[in-house]
């Protein structure tokens, strides 16, 4: 398996610049994972399939949904790329590499550990800065424009705020100047973290009823449906945050009052 991923890899370096490959493979390979992980959560709404796992029960309208993927992508050509081309010197001069061989399991595994917990530190605080009165008002407001999200609208938001909350995406990679392919890893597995968060769905499988400290969809899903004031549950990935500052109560009262409920429920049977 290792040697057909090096082949693999050894291809893309021999004909393609490392410009290329950092900038335009990078944004191709955000585009696909992101659609391909998204999408699916539209057709699951509109056929109301797996209904039972939904979080909420209020469905948004086709023409919700398309508005969304229209901004989507004017958003990605018009901000996403634009900021992958002026960040490449960045990162190059940080020491960001394409060649081989690659690194250690355990060096990429520990770097994308510490993107995921430094990430989730900067987007904690900025996401409660955006969440004050004239910044939510102006700015961040756009993304709460589906209080019923679904997976799409993770990345759907005021292009001011992309570039904000971009920051704490990248600033761990631009500290340590990784392996291009640590930071495509990276980039995935946040990709598919925020867009699970979005879905909509709390599923029996989902991380956050195997991971202690993993948010999720149902976390989210909360900060969504509240009035901005009242919502908490600031942070992208884990809950420790929330947990530390207090912004987390509502959520945990309801939560308690949920269990609280099945458990009578099922004294009752």
Known sequence: MASVIESGWLYLITHFSDFQLACLGSFFLHESVFFLSGLPFIYLERAGWLKKYKIQMKNNTPAAQEKCIIRLLLYHFGVNLPVMLASYPVFRHMGMQSSLPFPSWKVILT?????????????????????????????????????????????????AEILFLGFATIIGPAITGPHLLTLWLWMVLRVLETVEAHCGYHFPWSLSNFLPLYGGADFHDYHHRLLYTKSGNYSSTFTYMDWVFGTDKGYRKLQQLKNAGVENGGKQM
Request: glycine share 4%; net charge negative; no cysteine.
């Open 111 to 159: 770097q994308i550990a510490f993107y995921f917990i430094l990430e989730d530190f900067v987007f904690y605080w900025g996401h409660r800065i955006l969440h004050t009165k004239w910044l939510y008002k102006h700015v961040h407001s756009i993304h709460h424009e589906y209080a019923t999200p679904f997976g799409l609208t993770s990345e759907y938001a005021h292009p």
